[in-house]
């Protein structure tokens, strides 16, 4: 059965997550020159390996790149595509990257292109789609109004499921629920299922007081990375002028008109991610922020380890 059959009426990607680009996001992301994935691996204490994709257990082809191994072409598929193929294989001990994607009601804000939770979900399906290529399993686990888990998967399929996933949770009602970014980190701390690597995906509007300790406890299992997803206005004042918001049904006005006006507006407003932001930036992880509008494939790959675009 088709992923996409499970959904017959897609988002427009805009306020609404599209399943369709999601899946489209494969292409986007095999035409990349990838770079190999430093990962942590658990086994036998914890140690660095770079981990290429390739092992014992055939995982699928794609386009051969220079640096590959000449012994892993794919020659039937090479001949049919008159291409040059590798094929990629499972590693005896095979990355596996866990996405923690921020499901609270605060991610259903946009003011540029799209929502901050439509952002967030194509940013996660893309790591989705890099992390598979490179031969790695990949889970979602979200927190916020949605706490559920979609346990490591490797292959296409994983990542397949992944944006399945990422679709389904969009879809459902929004809440008030919060889940502290504390809570969420502990929680994901029990379900790692042996993954070498973590991307939180976040606005940070959850991120309090324990979520410190609570990053510094993962770290000790996995390698974390940190995507912080915020609107425009949250990351630099406003232009002057007269803005029109709307929350829960009702429609409000803001005028800004000072420089002092602008600026307590983005602070006020931006607040989660700059939190966030700096909460990484002093542990030192690897963190980026992005906007809604931001190519999030880019923010990805060089968290990841700095695949370079082939558009």
């Known amino acids: 059965m088709n992923v996409a059959d499970t959904h017959p009426v897609d988002g427009d990607g805009r306020s609404q997550v599209s399943l369709a680009e999601l899946i489209a996001l494969r292409a986007r992301v095999g035409r990349a020159r990838m770079a190999p994935l430093l990962s942590r691996a658990m086994r036998n204490g914890q140690q660095s390996s770079r981990l290429y994709g390739r092992g014992m257990d055939y995982a699928e082809s794609r386009v051969y790149q220079a640096g590959d191994d000449v012994r892993r072409l794919d020659w039937r598929l090479t001949a049919r595509s ?15 990257l866990l996405i923690l994607l921020d499901t609270h009601a605060s991610m259903r804000f946009g003011t540029r292109v799209r929502f901050k939770s439509v952002q967030a979900a194509r940013a996660a399906a893309a790591a989705a789609w ?13 927190f916020g109004h949605a706490e559920q888990l979609l346990r490591p998967k490797a292959g ?5 499921a ?3 996933a990422l679709a389904d949770w969009d879809a459902q ?23 070498s690597r973590v ?8 991120c309090d007081a324990m979520a410190r300790q609570s990053l510094l406890d993962l770290g000790r299992h996995a390698g ?13 004042p406003a232009p002057a002028g007269r803005y029109p918001l709307e929350h829960a049904g009702q429609r409000r006005e803001v005028l800004l008109h000072s420089d002092r006006q602008r600026l307590d507006f983005q602070r006020a407003l931006g607040a989660g991610p700059a939190r966030l932001g700096e909460l ?7 963190s980026c922020s992005i906007d809604t509008v931001a190519d999030p494939f880019d923010a990805v790959s060089g968290l990841f380890g700095g695949a370079r675009s082939a558009r």
């Open 82 to 96: 008159g291409k040059l193929h590798t094929k990629l294989f499972q590693e005896d001990r095979e990355g596996c």
């Open 280 to 286: 990484a930036g002093s542990l030192g992880l690897r």
């Open 224 to 236: 974390v990375s940190v995507l912080v997803v915020a609107d425009a206005l949250e990351l630099r």
């Open 162 to 164: 992944a944006c399945g």
């Open 156 to 160: 296409p399929r994983g990542a397949l």
């Open 130 to 142: 890099y992390a598979v290529r490179a031969g790695e399993r990949v889970g979602v686990m979200a």
């Open 199 to 206: 991307l939180l995906i976040s606005d940070g509007f959850s």
């Open 173 to 195: 009602s929004v809440s008030g629920k919060v889940e502290p970014l504390s809570t969420a980190l502990a929680r994901a701390s029990r379900v790692l299922h042996g993954a």
